[in-house]
């Protein structure tokens, strides 16, 4: 069983900035992508960002230049630097993983979500 548990949400003003960490406890042999989706109300759930085991990033448009995907390995846990928010950037923040727990089998597991409201 893996659990990833999320941590950093909140309230925030316009132009502020906000760190989230998500991290995967549990057994499994390696993590591979790790990532951030949202959603906001009545909406779908959108990709934010992606990390691979390697470093390798992707971005969605709306927040290249302004959003910072990281990880540590040694950790099992993914970060999301976020900085210049704005309101459209309020939504549920969720953390996504592509676990192996053995040898041939890999799933994907989601953290239960932070909300992030950027308001004045």
């Known amino acids: 069983q893996v659990q990833l548990v999320e941590s950093g949400g909140g309230l925030v003003q316009p132009g502020g900035s906000l760190r989230l960490s998500c991290a995967a406890s549990?057994?499994?042999?390696?993590?591979?992508?790790m990532g951030w989706y949202r959603q906001a109300p009545g909406k779908q759930r959108d990709v934010v960002a992606t990390?691979?085991?390697?470093?390798?990033?992707n971005y969605a448009d709306s927040v290249k230049g302004r959003f910072t995907i990281s990880r540590d390995n040694a950790k099992n846990t993914v970060y999301l630097q976020m900085n210049t928010l704005k309101p459209e950037d309020t939504a549920a923040y969720y953390c996504?993983?592509?676990?192996?727990?053995?040898?041939?089998?890999?799933?994907?597991?989601w953290g239960q979500g932070t909300q992030v409201t950027v308001s004045s």
């Open positions: 996504v993983a592509d676990v192996a727990t053995s040898r041939w089998n890999v799933d994907t597991y």
């Open positions: 549990g057994t499994f042999r390696t993590i591979y992508r």
């Open positions: 990390i691979t085991s390697g470093g390798d990033t």
